[in-house]
């Protein structure tokens, strides 16, 4: 099928078409290699390029991985597909997928760009519930908001800035969902173009009463600004004044900061909370195993492993009765003790 010039703003299939088209040419492959690549046909390829098909899921992630294009084709794919983006939001992705330098602010949700699965869907579910959204449209948002993600890990890596008030760590979803969250940060706050820093609650009336913000620089050099309001969000180019405003109160905000270590610490710290909160049998189903430090006089241990960073502890005597749920420093901490006595012979 002969190729032909495609207005990429006519529809969504044609802008996934055209992106598809740029990606397979910058790699130097024909369609028919493409095709060889992904095990699909090159006259599918054709007219998905052109915009006379829409592109089958499998075959956007193929052709992402095939193309190295760090997921971009699928994140297109789900913006194109979900029609639940406030306005002004298409416009910030694209932004956001080739920008170099992020600093973000945030207040009340974890960013984004860090959330878990778990936490974003129990986010977007609640603004269903509240008839933000339609129901059936849940998904559809939060992966767009997993396929955002990819940015964190393309070569060359954008550096990252981070500030996000401590309200942020509120509960969302639930302990195991916290949980998993707060680890989701860790990973994060350890890549090495990443900053993550919590400003105190502590600061009270110091803490600016801003929307949230992010504020990029394009691979020009250039920096452009994105808010947010509960109707639309906004891509702040021109204004340089405006820009320049939220970027001082980005540097005071983050001067204002915990340091990324003490931020990294309070993380960690909620975790630990987070953990013995967990009301383990009734959040997921696990195998309860006799602990190799239970006494053979009736005094039997039982232990959960395979909760990642934790390990619930119950008596097998009363196993309807009160768990533990031990992050792993306290359980070595826990079975030193019974080694060395202190416990009364347990």
């Given at each position: 099928m002969p190729q032909?010039?495609?207005?990429?703003?006519?529809?969504?299939?044609?802008?996934?078409?055209?992106?598809?088209?740029?990606?397979?040419?910058?790699?130097?492959?024909?369609?028919?290699?493409?095709?060889?690549?992904?095990?699909?046909?090159?006259?599918?390829?054709?007219?998905?390029?052109?915009?006379?098909?829409?592109a089958p899921l499998n075959l956007v992630r193929r052709c992402d991985k095939e193309l190295d294009t760090c997921e971009a084709l699928e994140l297109l794919y789900w913006t194109a597909k979900s029609s639940t983006l406030i306005g002004g939001f298409v416009s910030f992705i694209e932004y956001e997928r080739k920008a170099t330098a992020f600093k973000v602010y945030e207040l009340n949700v974890i960013p984004g760009l860090l959330q878990t699965r778990a936490y974003a869907?129990?986010?977007?579910?609640?603004?269903?519930?509240?008839?933000?959204?339609?129901?059936?449209?849940?998904?559809?948002?939060?992966?767009?908001?997993?396929?955002?993600?990819?940015?964190?890990?393309?070569?060359?890596?954008?550096?990252?800035?981070?500030?996000?008030?401590?309200?942020?760590l509120r509960p969302v979803g639930g302990p195991f969902v916290m949980a998993e969250q707060l680890r989701r940060l860790e990973n994060v706050?350890?890549?090495p173009h990443v900053m993550l820093q919590i400003a105190p609650s502590s600061l009270g009336e110091n803490l600016?009463?801003?929307?949230?913000?992010?504020?990029?620089?394009?691979?020009?050099?250039?920096?452009?600004?994105?808010?947010?309001?509960?109707?639309?969000?906004?891509?702040?180019?021109?204004?340089?004044?405006?820009?320049?405003?939220?970027?001082?109160?980005?540097?005071?905000?983050?001067?204002?900061?915990l340091s990324c270590a003490d931020s990294l610490a309070l993380i960690r710290t909620r975790l630990k909370e987070f953990h013995a909160m967990f009301p383990i049998a009734a959040s997921r189903p696990v195998s309860w195993l006799k602990s190799s430090y239970s006494s053979g006089g009736g005094n039997c241990i039982e232990v959960a492993p395979g909760i990642p960073g934790i390990l619930p502890v119950r008596d097998s005597k009363d196993p309807d009765g009160p768990q533990l749920a031990f992050?792993?420093?306290?359980?070595?901490?826990?079975?030193?003790?019974?080694?060395?006595?202190?416990?009364?012979g347990i």
């Open positions: 032909r010039e495609v207005d990429p703003t006519s529809s969504p299939n044609a802008a996934i078409g055209v992106q598809l088209r740029r990606f397979r040419k910058a790699r130097g492959l024909t369609q028919i290699e493409l095709g060889r690549r992904t095990n699909y046909s090159d006259s599918l390829i054709s007219m998905i390029e052109n915009g006379d098909r829409p869907s129990a986010i977007v579910s609640a603004e269903a519930r509240r008839g933000e959204i339609p129901g059936d449209k849940v998904s559809e948002r939060v992966n767009v908001r997993m396929a955002r993600q990819a940015v964190l890990y393309q070569e060359p890596a954008p550096s990252i800035r981070i500030v996000m008030e401590e309200s942020c706050a350890s890549l600016p009463s801003l929307l949230p913000f992010t504020l990029l620089t394009s691979p020009s050099g250039a920096w452009m600004a994105y808010l947010e309001t509960i109707q639309r969000g906004y891509v702040e180019r021109e204004n340089q004044d405006n820009i320049h405003s939220l970027a001082r109160t980005y540097d005071w905000l983050q001067a204002q900061a992050d792993m420093d306290a359980w070595q901490s826990f079975v030193a003790g019974i080694k060395s006595g202190d416990f009364g």
